[in-house]
């Protein structure tokens, strides 16, 4: 299963569930069907598929268990459902689902932490890290996964120290930690690669490769690299990871000024996506090629893909850029007033650029952007301003990554205002 090889550990299942049956050993069948319901929950997460036959399973294991009084199968199955619940809500963002994948998580820790450090133990302190990454309580996902990695390591348990590891890299990342980020990712790589190649290697080696071209823009090595990780997640039949390589690839691409070519990328990953029946990357990846077309000089095709976008999922950073797909390219007059409707999306320093440049209001537009997080929409910015606003936009740029920085000197750098001969 590691491997991604589903069919195979489920057909290996099934020999055993028909031995368990004619032997009437109803906690082997527990113990095999929650296998498989296992099985069956990771191949949807990578590979799509039918939910019902994987809800089945674990329903079947989780009453087994009940009847047998076997704690330690309980809380494997209770945490199993969980992770159900959280794969259905990676498809739906729905709080609801977040929430109800919450509550197996928390009562399967609850089971498990009597008996002290175990695999079990570790897992159940990762998903209950995963709950609290998904809702940016990063302080709180940190202790989490920590004490995941903790135990993991205790217990010699490489799986999951892999993965605690990996996001613990990632909050590394998310606080500009360069260097911590990259020795975590290393050594999360090092683990997946212990446990043989599978989607967990693919999930490591992305994580790497962005963090390196982030930090050096060099998309010269980066485009073979991303291939290659691209190839492997096709390889392992992890279509989620087939989206999430070719976006990077998008990324990359749309640095290097090449369109057409971030485009494709950015269409693969949504069909990726979509053949799985999950959305979570489907509306950012319209909100990237919208945004391609318009730094392209083409808002009608930025606000049909806006529209696709939105019937995915609504957000605030979408719908101010359909304002300003339909209005086209910003002419400068003087900023309008948010109203009191539109203060909660206001808070989003990306929401208020896109605003203001619907508006017409290229400084205020360019200010905002300064503090927002994403590269597009200030340089849309900038360029609306003109050559004033290569020198703040650049020094932004930096403060994102080197690969921004780049981008940025390569595009703006002949715009800079100059102050010397002719």
Known sequence: MLRGRWAEAIALVERGLADARAR?????????????????????????????????????????????????????????????????????????????????????LALRAPAGDSAGLA????????????????????????????????????????????HLAYLAELRGDGAA?????????????RLGPGPGVVAAQLALAELRYARDGDAARALPVLTRILDDAAAVQSAAYVALA?????????????????????????????????????????EQLALIDLLEGDPAAAEVDVEHGLASQRSPRLEALLALARRGHPTPRPSATASAS????????????????????????????????????????????GPAAAARAITAAAAMSRAQERRFERVLAAARPSHGRP
């Open 246 to 286: 070719s976006a990077a690839l998008a990324r990359v691409h749309r640095d290097a000024g090449q369109a057409d070519a971030a485009r494709r990328r950015l269409v693969a990953a949504i069909a990726a996506m979509t053949a799985i029946d999950r959305d979570d990357g489907v509306p950012e990846a319209y």
């Open 24 to 108: 009437r050993d109803g906690v082997a069948e527990a113990r095999l069907r929650l296998r498989r319901g296992r099985a069956r929950v990771d191949e949807i997460r990578h590979h799509g598929g039918d939910p019902a036959p994987a809800l089945a399973d674990l329903e079947a294991a989780h009453a087994g268990a009940l009847a047998a009084a076997d704690p330690r199968l309980l809380a494997d199955c209770v945490d199993a459902l969980g992770m159900r619940r959280f794969v259905q809500w990676f498809a739906t963002r729905a709080p609801a689902d977040l929430a109800a994948a919450e509550q197996p998580f928390r009562e399967a």
């Open 342 to 385: 539109d203060a909660p999306a206001a808070e989003d320093p990306v929401v208020r650029a896109r605003r203001a440049l619907a508006a017409g209001d290229a400084e205020a537009a360019l200010a905002a952007a300064i503090a927002g997080d994403d590269p597009d929409t200030l340089l849309l910015a900038a360029r609306a301003v």
């Open 123 to 166: 897992e159940s302190w990762f998903h209950v890290g995963l709950i609290h990454q998904m809702r940016d309580e990063r302080a709180a996902a940190g202790e989490a996964f920590t004490r995941a990695r903790e135990i993991a390591t205790r217990v010699d348990d490489p799986l999951s120290r892999a993965h605690a590891v990996r």
């Open 181 to 193: 980020a990259e020795a975590m990712y290393r050594e999360s790589l090092a683990l997946f690669v």
